[in-house]
């Protein structure tokens, strides 16, 4: 994605048409490496080879899950935005939109920004 980052705007509530990070619940039996590749093509149509897992976080206030973010790349697929988004885009740091739905996932894309070299 050339030192970008991939996102998509939510269709359904919460924080309809605001930016978010491809992601869903693993389903049974499911690797969540596994899950998170899924969830991107299903949300992007983008196949990816996920490299590492960059955190496992909770969001907060009240909510019992956690959340595990990881690093993936491109392998194949095209960008279209697919079963709970209605538009996907690449995004360079300069270049991100100003309603990213999640507190969680704004700090964890300035982070990743930060912390790898040229994704600026």
């Not at 990070?21 to 990816?48: D, K, N, Q, Y």
């Amino acid at each position: 994605m050339d030192g970008g980052i991939v996102l998509v705007k939510r269709k359904c509530e919460p924080f309809v048409n605001d930016w978010c990070l491809p992601g869903g619940f693993i389903e049974a039996a499911e690797h969540p490496a596994e899950s998170a590749a899924r969830e991107v093509f299903e949300e992007t149509g983008l196949e990816v080879q996920v490299s590492r897992l960059l955190e496992a976080s909770a969001p907060g206030r009240g909510i019992n899950v956690v959340i595990l973010f990881y690093e993936a790349h491109p392998v194949g697929g095209k960008l279209v935005p697919g079963d709970d988004a209605s538009d996907a885009g690449i995004f360079k740091q300069h270049e991100l939109p100003t309603n990213i739905a999640f507190d969680l996932h704004r700090q964890i894309i300035h982070r990743w920004f930060k912390s790898v070299p040229n994704k600026h």
